[in-house]
């Protein structure tokens, strides 16, 4: 009886008992605070006033008006006379392709992987510092790729945030086949090592399980010609419907977007029709095209560089002589073709340069291209904010400045809804939280 009252006397001290807060262990996380002169947190919607920004753990925690004092224990970053707007994202680059063409060209068979290596990092540097905090890379050597993605995502290399997509699916002689225009037994050698290359539907699913087994995030193949391939085939369609859906498919069963380079009308409509989700350049249009983008809802990635980049470096001598006249072709038509595309209601775009034919780290000069073309600074802005998150389905983290999303930030000095070559000048630049470029300099790497 009295063991009952003293476990009930007991339970009764212990409801009472007041409960004590814990102590937190260790100092609180470290802030950031970020004052903006003025703000564009939601590309699309107008720009606030002066703002402030809280950045900890790599998220963004707060968006005020109004330039909020900093408490004690956090960082000031004043950019109070300064536009700041969310990282851009370039829907499409390759990030290992060498500025210098002709060395490139010259040292190909030389060249080890670890070379190759060092550009790509030197390329990711500049683009992050250029203010594109993340990229879609559309052609690169599977392992490499992927390593340098991880080590960026782990914080242990400087660069963009990337997803990528592996070495572009091909039909033999097609696009993207490295045995073009080589000597026979080069040829034979690259097409014995080939996984890239397919030929009919059931070949063309294996080459994209062989691409996702080696770690890519999106699939792209080569519905028709390009300019840069060694083979003088045209910018025509050169794959079969049933090649590009097996594609698809496949690729949409592994819970991967695809898609297609396209420059000719023909092969164009064909890869929408197959359900691509986005088509890059998009060269030949018309208003039969544009309308099955609408039907489709699949996102057009004009790169609007590549041509005119392609074409200088093809007179130079920099590149293969099968390349010029396609590059004269190509140039020739693109920029017509946009002015329809731009003006085309519900047509989505998303910002896509095609840098690594162009030069690292200048992704930003299509912004003026768009605009030239007609597109309005805000819509540009747009495509290389929200919509290329949407199109890379990173919408969640990624494309405005929002309470929970990646602080992923970049400042200029005055209004891009003004004048859009100011994105050709970014002063700061912020991945997940990590300055890389405050005042227009790079910080120390690795950060404090």
């Known amino acids: 009886m009295l ?14 008992q007041p409960v004590q807060a814990q102590a937190p262990a260790g100092p609180p996380p470290s802030q950031t605070y970020i004052h ?74 030389t060249r080890g992987a670890e070379t190759r290596f060092v550009v790509g990092l030197d390329n990711a540097r500049r683009t992050l510092d250029a203010g594109f905090t993340t990229v879609r890379d559309l052609g690169s050597e599977p392992t490499a790729i ?18 990528n997509a592996g070495r572009m699916i091909s039909i033999s002689g097609g696009h993207g086949d490295g045995a073009n225009g080589l000597a026979e037994p080069y040829a034979e050698l690259v097409r014995d090592h080939a ?15 062989i691409q996702v087994s080696q770690g890519a ?30 594609i698809v498919d496949t690729a949409h069963a592994f819970g991967r977007k695809v898609t297609a380079h396209a420059h000719g009308k023909d092969g164009i409509e064909a890869a929408l029709r197959a359900g691509v989700d986005s088509i890059e350049h998009a060269t030949f249009t018309d208003a039969e095209t544009l309308a099955l983008f609408r039907q489709t809802g699949a996102y057009l ?25 396609k590059a004269e072709e190509a140039a ?43 597109m309005t600074p805000d819509r540009a802005i747009r495509s290389a904010t929200v919509d290329a998150a949407d199109l890379l389905g990173l919408s969640a983290s990624l494309g405005t400045l929002e309470v929970g999303k990646s602080a992923d930030i970049v400042a200029v000095s005055a209004s891009p809804l003004a004048d859009v070559t100011e994105l050709e000048r ?16 790079r910080q120390p790497w690795p950060a404090d």
């Open 3 to 16: 063991r009952h009252i003293a476990a009930a006397v007991l339970a009764g001290a212990l409801v009472a």
């Open 36 to 109: 903006a002169g003025a703000l564009l947190d939601r590309p699309g919607q107008a720009p606030r006033g002066a703002s402030t920004l809280v950045v900890q753990d790599g998220r963004i925690v707060q968006v005020a008006d109004g330039l909020l004092p900093a408490p004690a224990g956090a960082r000031l970053i004043d950019l109070s006379d300064q536009f700041v707007l969310p990282g851009l994202i370039d829907s499409h680059v390759h990030i290992f392709s060498d500025d210098d063409k002709t060395a490139a060209r010259l040292e190909a068979m």
């Open 146 to 163: 992927t390593a340098l993605r991880d080590g960026i995502e782990k914080g242990l290399i400087e660069g963009p945030t990337i997803v």
């Open 195 to 209: 996984v890239n290359t397919c030929d009919g539907p059931e070949d063309c699913r294996r080459a994209v399980r």
């Open 217 to 246: 995030q999106v699939i792209k193949f080569a519905a028709t010609g390009g300019v840069l391939s060694n083979v003088a085939g045209g910018l025509g369609r050169q794959m079969f419907d049933d090649e590009m859906k097996a």
């Open 301 to 325: 990635v004009p790169t609007m560089i590549a041509p005119e980049a392609a074409v200088a470096q093809a007179r130079a001598g920099e590149r293969p002589p099968a390349v010029l006249a």
């Open 332 to 374: 020739r038509i693109a920029f017509e073709g946009h002015i329809a595309q731009y003006a085309a209601p519900g047509v989505k775009i998303a910002f896509g340069t095609d840098t690594g034919v162009s030069a690292h780290g200048d992704n930003a000069t299509e912004f003026k291209m768009m605009v030239d073309a007609g």
């Open 426 to 441: 970014v002063t700061f630049v912020m991945r997940r939280g990590v300055v890389h470029k405050l005042d227009g300099a």
